[in-house]
């Protein structure tokens, strides 16, 4: 499955935002999803991820409360909402598949990714 995510830019602190992950290939609903982060120098860092269904998700830590996911598998599409934004949240997102309903956080089992976003959160 080849992924592309879009949606990126620069925004204020407290703005929304909202990414998408359009798929093509393989059977799109077949896949668990994923949202993924990284800054310079850093590890690639978990954000969310949802379930072939859409009926279970995951996020991380830094994100719960303010950031959403979801997918429309009619669409082959995958979102991430994203609100209160901070500085913080500033990085390259990635959305990735794997080949598996089960979602996960690791970013190990994650087979295939997209070419990143661009989010740029001004103070």
């Known amino acids: 499955v080849q992924l592309q995510a879009s949606g990126g830019g620069l925004v204020q602190a407290g703005d929304s935002l909202r990414l998408s992950c359009a798929a093509s290939g393989r059977t799109f609903s077949n896949y668990a999803l994923g949202w993924f982060r990284q800054v310079p120098g850093k590890e690639r860092e978990f954000v969310a991820a949802?379930?072939?269904?859409?009926?279970?998700?995951r996020y991380g830590e830094s994100v719960k409360g303010r950031f959403t996911v979801s997918r429309d598998n009619a669409k082959n599409a995958m979102y991430l909402d994203m609100s209160s934004l901070k500085p913080e949240d500033t990085a390259v997102y990635y959305c990735a598949a794997r080949n598996n309903w089960v979602i996960s956080t690791a970013r190990s089992l994650y087979r295939y990714w997209g070419q990143g976003t661009q989010v740029t959160v001004s103070s």
């Open positions: 949802i379930s072939w269904s859409g009926g279970s998700w």
